[in-house]
């Protein structure tokens, strides 16, 4: 059987010269059956021209937040620095496959961006907005460190099951209003939501964690990449 075609949207260094992506993102979709398409940043229509060589995305994360002008909001000063070349192009891909019905995995920050793109807001910083401060854990990343509850019957129910889940945390930031059309589908019990998806499209689904590294711990944070590598093969046909 072929391997869909997975994009994977691309880190870039803070001199802006060299791309970046951690390799465990393109072990995962490999490991999934997937095949892994690293994918440059580009326009509207450059992501256009590369989604028609995908099957499925992932939007990967990375230390950059996204610009919050993006979504209405002045820059406080315990936001993060921005990457807005990267974001733009990241925006025109997730823009793009949601356009197409390609199935999307957004990661961390890739699922903060799902949100904003949907018209939604994020949390700039959780320690100066809500006082918590404990979803960035300290070394190793890909240790589990605290658990959340998966909704029963969502996208994300259906890869990982409704039982408790333990996940990695290296976020400071978090959805705060869900935009259009997005659907809570895990929380921390502290209320940080740590997935969305949305139900209008096949499959497109956000989880604040990274189950790329989590995946050495428990399986099924491997069943989520997975799962689109799956949908990926239904898009396909
Ligand atoms: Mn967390």
Redesign the pocket.
Known sequence: MSRPRIGLTLDVDDALVRYELKRVYVDAVLAAGGLPILLPFGDEQVAGAYLALCDGLVISGGVADVPPELYGEARRPRCGPAKPVRTQSEWAFCEAALAARIPVLGVCGGMQLLNVVRGGTLFQDLSDDLGLGC?EQPPPKDRPS?A?EVVPHTLLASLVGDQQLH?N?T?HQ?VRTPGTGVLVSAR?ADG?V?AIELPDVPFALGV??HPESASAHDDRHAAIYRGLVAAARDQRR
């Open positions: 979803h605290h959340i996940v945390s976020h978090a921390a940080v740590e604040q964690w």
